[in-house]
């Protein structure tokens, strides 16, 4: 069955830019999602089609996917960005499958 | 506004079969390219994908638990419900249902806020 990867932890200070890696064979030829989950909270879509961002989510998320790769990147990351993330891809015949979750801290 | 919400047993004995609903508003399951999907997600851990209907009737199912799942919707209800059979308490876990509006967006942009089932005997 179809697997993706991701680091289960990045940390990065305020202000930086942290980049999260998603990784699957050919996911760049699937559509690659990714979700943020505060604690106790549902997850909440943040990226779609690759590099695509929903209303309401901030500039400063953006994504691209290409080769085995999918990256969620924040820019100028704060304290509120700090959450579990998820990458999530969708093709035809895969359906959905999700990644295992990157926990990211502000420090 | 979509909203969704589901709604089921909070606990379930093993080997007993689980039945969830979600009921949504703001969309119809049968316009085109619309779907809703269960994802689970156990305490502390990753999020699961179980199963997707589309509004054409097209079902998917993980295929690491396909043979224990059925989804099925009422359109005229504004439900989906998924059916889980032969629970474990590994099968302890939030359930999500959630909202996708077409096959090419590839995610889910609307949420439940997911209800937590226990099983135990």
């Known amino acids: 069955s179809y697997e993706l990867t991701q680091p289960p932890s990045v940390s990065v200070s305020p202000g930086q830019t942290a980049s999260i890696t998603c990784s699957g064979y050919?996911?760049?030829?699937?559509?690659a999602s990714w979700y943020q989950q505060r604690p106790g909270q549902s997850p909440v879509l943040v990226i779609y089609?690759?590099?695509q961002r929903p209303s309401g989510i901030p500039e400063r998320f953006s994504g691209s996917n290409s080769g085995n790769t999918a990256t969620l990147t924040i820019s100028g990351t704060q304290a509120m960005d700090e959450a579990d993330y998820y990458c999530q891809a969708w093709d035809s015949s895969t359906a959905v499958v999700f990644g295992g979750g990157t926990k990211l801290t502000v420090l | 506004q979509i909203t969704l919400k589901e709604s089921g047993p909070t606990l379930v004995k093993p080997t007993q079969t689980l039945t969830l609903t979600c009921t949504f508003s703001?969309?119809?399951?049968?316009?085109?390219?619309?779907?809703v999907g269960w994802i689970r997600q156990p305490p502390g851990k990753a999020l699961e994908w179980l199963a997707l209907i589309y509004w054409n009737d097209d079902k998917r199912y993980s295929p690491s638990l396909k043979s224990r799942l059925t989804i099925t919707k009422d359109t005229s209800k504004n439900q989906v419900v998924l059916t889980m059979t032969n629970m474990d308490p590994v099968d302890t876990a939030t359930y999500y249902c959630?909202?996708?509006?077409?096959?090419?967006?590839?995610?889910?942009?609307?949420w439940g806020q997911g209800t937590l089932v226990t099983v135990s005997s």
């Open positions: 959630a909202h996708s509006p077409s096959p090419t967006m590839g995610g889910f942009d609307y």
């Open positions: 050919k996911l760049g030829d699937k559509y």
């Open positions: 089609q690759d590099s």
């Open positions: 703001g969309f119809s399951l049968s316009t085109s390219g619309v779907g």
